[in-house]
């Protein structure tokens, strides 16, 4: 089966978590002999992972939101492919209107939040005679599509996945001579990066010379982000605030890295977010049996359900966050934390095989409704 997947780029500096699913997704299907490929709209990190990976990628520089979707149809018709699978929903209408001209059936991934912003695309897809079968990461908005009548043949859910690390990788990164923190997201407002910071204060306070190192891996959206139009550089603002709070000695600001727990020896990944769609980073720590402590955003809760596996606190909460922390810390000091456990949650429930394979039968019947 030959696929297409497209995904815009919002910035080439940045790794989206919805660019880290068609990674994963990608990998997944070649590796079962499928033939899929990936067009985007920009070089860049996702650009270079791709490739990396050996999965053929295609810069469509006109694969934005307006874009013409004859242009779209002419790149996707010399893939020839018998499935189109859309993951960027700015540019949903212009890739089923393509996939229309093609005859070829189209796929769309929401993710969290969007099946509300999707019902217009649906309606305007109906009314030009054009159909396209619908998969959500979250169960409620399939069942919120579904009972409303919106997904015609029907709105699937696929838990996202990630691949599965090996033990013998996992080791190679040795342990650290004391506890190392890590986040990983972009420079953004709702990412809460200012949270962690604010966090180390208080463990500081509490550790002293043991106080950990939290190492924050990610830049800026070049002003791209409606945030940073307002108020400017965020990343500006966050390493101003670890000069003024005296942090430079335990807050290290690292660039933005592809795969980035394959790369760097961490032992605690903190996330700090006030609104996520996943978080993706959470399941590839659970795939190394890393622990997390994450605000209580996207599926977190569901993918942590309890103190065995990290902690889960409210978001905006300083405190909570650096109690965590803590807490997470004298676990793994004292033995007291298991990592197979995690690693066993993550292949029984989101390992990428697992997510592959749900969403060929999603394929397939896309294939036999067209």
Known sequence: MRIAHVVGTRTAANIRDTERHVVYLAEAQRECGLDATVLTGRHGLFFNWCTGDGI???????????????????????????????????????VVEAAGMLEVPCVVTLHEGAAGRIIPEIIAARRAGRTFTVITAARSEAEFLNVNGLAGAGAHYVPYGTRTRHVAQQQELGPACRPNLMTA??????????????????????????????????????????????????SEYLTDMTTVLRLNDVVRFHETQADVLNRCASDLLIVP???????????????????????????????????????VVPTNSI?????????????????????????????????AEEMADRIATVYQSAMLAG
């Open 56 to 94: 053929p990628t295609f810069v469509v520089a006109d694969l934005q939101p307006g874009a013409f979707a004859r242009g779209i149809a002419a790149r996707l018709e010399d893939l020839s492919p018998e499935i189109i699978h859309c993951h960027d929903l700015s540019v949903t209408r212009t």
């Open 185 to 234: 997201s972009s420079l953004e407002f709702a990412k809460g990066i200012d949270l962690a910071i604010l966090a180390m204060v208080e463990l500081r306070r509490r550790r002293g010379s043991e106080c950990p190192v939290l190492n924050i891996y990610g830049a800026g959206d070049s002003g791209e982000n409606q945030l940073e139009k307002v108020f400017g550089d965020v």
């Open 273 to 311: 977010s006030r609104f996520e769609t996943g978080p993706l980073i959470v399941l590839e720590a659970m795939s190394r049996g890393m622990p997390v402590v994450a605000c209580d955003v996207g599926r977190v809760a569901e993918m942590l359900p309890d103190r065995r596996y990290g902690r």
């Open 319 to 351: 405190t909570a966050l650096a109690d965590a922390i803590d807490s997470m810390l004298t676990d793994l000091a004292s033995g007291q934390f298991d990592p197979d456990l995690l690693i066993r949650r993550h292949q029984s429930h989101y390992s």
